[in-house]
């Protein structure tokens, strides 16, 4: 069972309480209605799996219930950081394995 | 019966009480405190089992955790019978009745035991090739065979009465293993004040101090010492002592599981006390001192009962007083072995040879050995074992060849070396290295913040042992950096070692006596028999990784997960290879460590406990009225209400007719119930539901459908506007929580700027259904302030007021097609009001009706249920709903989905209305539709049956299902092949009762 820091409560809290809910910074157009079939591919279809660093979203669900974004090690499973939601991309991040 | 092999003042057991229990139905006498194994082999009792595969006897190889073979079954009584219980391990209580496994029909005589005769037949990777041909003998003929002579024990036919707890733990410094090395660390860090857990898995703790009795520290016996210090350890505030209690796997970030065994050792635990207790425990640091394991000696027949670890012989003298055998003879490749034949010389037992393997070793227990008058012979294997039952006699040979010796014995003591437990590192990620000169792999790169030391860290000697777990325990005290922890500090000294045993390093893989062409057994996986032979072929046969060659010979696939045998495979492999070890790679070690209890594992979460159970309010009135209930989720629903004398037909039949002809109630609490209030409340139902809101006027309802982003139906229900910022959201049953979380999913990270509070209120609000020609009569007597006519309360529409005095909202609508009213109030007030509504609804001969019957009206009237008619892949446009897609909006979720050309595409899929030809005949829900029934198998399916009843009200059958391009085929016959003949069908609409909807306003 992982340990994940929720970034509102900041605090470190057990998995138990957290659900996760996929890849994260994947952002719904504004204008979804004219989206094109690729770029409404590309959102709904097409997630990274990669082996390595992952940006997903968690939420607190037993907790505060707040959404927020997470970056794994796939490979060690280990936690690097956690940011809110809306927050951009981390372009620094502590102890990366690569 | 006497217990004849018990040394009178050896051991540590003297004071203990006399244990009656039976082995395969004979009665012995033993020591309370003992393990079983200790008490059969004081009374004498090698032959304990019959091995997995050729059913060889088998009688015990170890004194520990590490036993492949003495396997047993223990009873209590018809419900606690418990399979593959290691003799070793069982610790011994007045009463206890064991039996042994995997024999037939008596342990001496075993009639499988033909397999060992056979046992060509059954070499290495025999089932890949064996039952390859015919093929179709395995299902009739090989599979129930192998099924009825395979697996180890019979499991328990009768649910577990025992209880099992789990607790959760968080510590700063977690020590596993309580030998020297452990207590030792565990001293370290306590004395700094930090939390520590200290956990062994044995009944006492010491390791191998139980045996070793050279060791003294601190001026005592070493194992004298180890209680000392437990004690001390556990009169610490800031300490745990678990003992029993097994760390069976080593998970993410320091999260260790540990077993505690609460109440196997008791002749009647009693209800209080739960069989075992799982530990979850989070720590900053761990600390492993899980020791080593001693490896067996691969020869010819070395399985026979009475062949042993050299420690597993001292154990049981040293530790229980008992001698394994009265003229034992040693065979090893190492000290250690040495230090069990003098102690059991000096009790007084016969030792009749010693045979090492090595060629001139130098030691002072060599010459301890030889002063004390053994026969000690070098550069000498033992080629092979005498006896069946029991071991009669070892074969000598020098071992590059030469004359042979047999020597009778009745035990032989063996010992390969030691194998540092690796186990828990291995499982934490960390990555073993092989020290090339110690010939071991040990911790390498860690991967957790843990550290071992000891034995399991190759680590030799005591005195060394107890440096490097003193300094570790108080380094990772001082690494888990707690605040305050010095306020408990305890001024401690290292403990002293004053004399302490050396053991030398042995060897791996396969004796001389083992082959290498000869076709004899030499056992390296004594539970998955498996032989060096096995290995050897395994490598001729192709197998190049270990991996490989594990999973073909099922070497160390055992329960005992291969403590003894990993090593020795590894190396035979190795050498047929001929590659270095640690070129060919040790396998991965899993948890569990040792096998856990699946008791253990659910804990409390069984039965009623298993899932909440959620009732409404008015439950407590639908059980009394003698309601059966179906789980829906976790609610428990009224599903019909039956009078004496009905079946569930009659009952769904009545309650369908009694709501058309005059009204029925209906508990509708369990609907979804989502509050949606703020300024932007309006704009947010706009983006999550396809229909238009931001026109509604407060005091109206409209019928909502939420689609996913891909266009696909997630959800729907009758949303009311009670003010301009405030809705009141229904949602199904089942969808409740997915659908709050999808709002706030949006609401937190796509719509953020929206200014709108959800609140889940399915809870607070009891909901009761009246539904009829006579629900107004029925509730308008109890409503206060709420204008009741069509005209100030038209179908679809909601207001607040007060009914039997409490706050309501009333909504006006209908899931039956009849005038209908869903009253909600509190759920404190839910019985209430439904009591008085049931009281009002008597005098108009109103009846309840359950979710069976709302589910045959909303069919009547062609009512869809998500989930039922709809599976994830059904459109609006499908489902005929697209008159509830705003055409106007800009924006919503699912909008881009749903013109997706496949979703647009003609002759998907569509809701239509079926009516089989013969009214009396019910289809089947899932039943498969086809347009040709004659058509070649297999047939082409346009689409399914998704609900289907008997319909009362219409005197006759009816169902809804999906059917390719359904709507442009009504009227058309389709087909719906069934088992007992082809049902004909004719394609509908899909409201089968008052098609135009007076009845709304009936």
């Known amino acids: ?98 | 019966m006497i217990a004849t092999f018990r040394i009178p003042g050896a051991g540590r057991l003297k004071q203990a009480e006399t244990a009656r229990f039976s082995f395969d139905g004979q009665s012995y006498a033993g020591v309370e405190g003992e393990t079983l194994a200790s008490a059969l082999l004081a009374n004498g009792v090698h032959l304990v089992g019959r091995s997995f595969k050729y059913h060889r006897p088998r009688g015990f190889l170890s004194a520990g955790a590490e036993e492949p073979n003495a396997l047993v079954e223990i009873k209590r009584d018809s419900a606690r019978r418990t399979p593959n219980v290691r003799a070793t391990v069982q610790e011994l209580y007045d009463g206890l009745t064991a039996q042994s496994q995997n024999r037939w029909p008596s342990l001496a005589f075993d009639v499988s035991a033909l397999g060992d005769i056979a046992s060509p037949l059954l070499s290495a990777g025999f089932y890949y090739k064996t039952f390859m041909w015919p093929k179709s003998a395995w299902k009739n003929f090989y599979e129930p065979r192998i099924r009825a002579a395979a697996g180890l024990g019979v499991a328990p036919d009768q649910p577990d009465p025992d209880h099992y707890s789990a607790r959760f733990a968080h510590c700063d410094v977690l020590v596993l293993g309580g030998g020297a090395a452990g207590i030792a660390a565990a001293l370290a860090a306590a004395e700094t004040g930090v939390r520590v857990i200290l956990a062994d898995e044995q009944a006492d703790f010491g390791g191998s101090l139980r045996f070793e009795s050279g060791a003294r520290i601190d001026g005592q016996d070493g194992f004298a010492w180890a209680q000392g210090a437990v004690a001390t350890l556990k009169a610490m505030d800031n300490v745990r002592v678990l003992s029993r209690t097994t760390a069976f796997g080593y998970y993410a970030q320091n999260f260790v599981g540990l077993v505690e065994r609460v109440s196997d050792h008791l002749q009647n635990p009693g209800r209080e006390l739960p069989r075992e207790r799982l530990w979850q425990v989070r720590a900053k640091r761990v600390v492993l001192a899980t020791g080593a394991i001693e490896r067996h000696m691969v020869f010819a027949d070395n399985d026979r009962p009475g062949i042993m670890l050299a420690s597993a012989a001292r154990t049981y003298l040293n530790h229980h007083g008992v001698a394994v055998g009265r003229n034992v003879g040693v065979y090893t490749a190492n000290d250690s072995a040495y230090a069990a034949a003098i102690d059991l010389k000096k009790a007084g037992v016969g030792v009749a040879a010693i045979v090492d393997l090595r060629d001139n070793p130098t030691g002072s227990v060599i010459d301890e050995a030889r002063a004390l008058g053994i026969e000690v012979n070098f550069g000498r294997a033992v080629i092979r074992a005498g006896g069946k039952l029991r071991v009669s006699s070892m074969t000598v040979q020098p071992k590059n060849g030469g004359g042979e010796r047999t020597i009778p014995v009745d035990a032989i003591l063996m010992s390969a070396g030691w194998t540092p437990s690796v186990h828990l590192f291995s499982q934490s990620r960390g990555k073993v290295a092989f020290n090339d000169e110690t010939k071991r792999f040990v911790p390498g790169t860690y991967a957790q913040d843990c550290v071992s030391v000891g034995a399991c860290n190759g680590t030799d000697g005591l005195s060394a042992t107890i440096d490097e777990a003193y300094a570790a325990g108080a380094k990772a005290a001082k690494d888990a950096s707690v605040k305050n922890a010095g306020a408990n500090t305890v001024k401690g000294t290292k403990p002293k070692v004053d004399a302490s045993e050396s053991w030398s390093r042995g060897m791996l893989g396969a004796a001389p006596g083992a082959g290498p062409d000869t076709t004899v057994k030499a056992f390296v996986d004594f539970q998955n028999d498996v032989t060096a032979k096995d290995i050897r072929q395994a490598v001729h046969e192709g197998m190049r990784s270990i991996e490989h060659v594990k999973r073909f010979t099922t070497n160390g696939m055992a329960t005992d997960q291969g403590k003894t045998s990993n090593m020795h495979g590894l190396a035979i492999a190795a050498e047929t290879l001929g590659k270095p070890i640690p070129q060919v790679g040790l396998t991965t070690f899993r948890a569990p460590y040792t096998p856990v209890t699946f008791g253990s594992i659910v804990g409390h979460a069984r039965g009623p406990l298993f899932d909440p159970t959620r009732k409404t309010a008015i439950h407590p009135w639908s059980a009394a009225q003698g309601a059966v209930f179906e789980d829906v989720g976790q609610w428990k629903r009224a599903w019909y209400f039956p009078k004496a004398g009905e079946d569930m037909h009659a009952a769904v039949d009545r309650e369908c007719v009694t709501v058309r002809k005059t009204a029925g109630l209906f508990d509708a609490s369990t609907l979804g119930k989502i509050e949606v209030v703020g300024p932007d409340a309006a704009k947010f139902m706009e983006l999550l539901y396809t229909n238009p809101w931001e026109k509604l006027e407060p005091g109206r309802c409209r019928y909502g459908i939420m689609l996913r982003e891909d266009g696909f139906i997630y959800d729907d229900g009758v949303v009311g506007r009670l003010a301009s910022d405030r809705f009141h959201v229904t949602t199904t049953t089942g969808g409740a929580p997915r659908v709050m979380n999808h709002m706030e999913d949006y609401l937190q990270t796509e719509f953020p700027h929206l200014n709108v509070w959800l609140t889940s209120t399915t809870e607070q609000w009891a909901v009761i259904a009246v539904q009829g020609p006579k629900s107004r009569d029925i509730i308008a007597p109890l409503v206060e302030g709420i204008d009741m006519s069509d005209g100030a309360l038209p179908h679809m529409s909601v207001r607040e007021g007060r009914i039997c005095g409490v706050p309501t909202r009333l909504f006006r609508m209908s899931f039956t097609g009849e005038r209908g009213f869903e009253v909600n109030v509190p759920a404190d007030y839910g019985q209430a009001v439904w009591e008085a509504l049931w009281a009002e609804g008597q005098k108009h001969g109103a009846g309840a009706y359950g979710t069976e019957a709302m589910h045959v009206l909303r069919a009547e009237k062609g009512y869809i249920i998500v989930g039922q008619d709809t599976d994830g892949t059904v459109t609006p446009g499908d489902a005929g709903l697209d008159w509830a897609v705003g055409k106007k909006k800009t924006d919503f979720v699912g909008i881009r989905g749903m013109a997706r050309p496949d979703l647009v595409a003609k002759g998907r899929k569509q809701l239509v209305g079926l009516k089989t030809k013969d009214p009396k005949v019910v289809l089947e829900e899932g039943a498969q539709i086809v347009g040709d029934p004659k058509q070649a198998i297999p047939m082409a399916m346009i689409g399914h049956v998704t609900s289907s009843y008997w319909s009362e009200n219409c005197g006759r059958s009816i169902a809804l299902a999906l059917v390719a391009g359904g709507r442009d085929r009504i009227g058309e016959t389709l087909y719906v092949p069934m088992p007992n003949g082809t049902i004909e069908v004719e394609v509908t609409g899909m409201v089968f009762f008052d098609e135009k909807g007076e009845r709304l306003n009936g």
Not at chain 1, 46 to 61: D, F
């Open chain 1, 1 to 98: 069972m992982l340990l994940i820091r929720c970034p509102y409560c900041e605090e470190e809290r057990p998995e138990l309480e957290f659900r996760n809910a996929g890849e994260a910074h994947i952002a719904r157009s504004a204008d979804m209605a004219a989206t094109s079939d690729d770029d409404f591919e590309k959102f709904f279809f097409i997630r990274s799996n990669p082996k390595g660093i992952i940006y997903e979203r968690w939420r607190h669900m037993h907790g505060c219930a707040r959404f927020f974004n997470a970056v794994r090690d796939t490979v060690s499973d280990r936690f690097l950081m956690t940011y809110k939601a809306g927050e951009p991309k981390p372009a620094k991040l502590p102890g990366a394995s690569e």
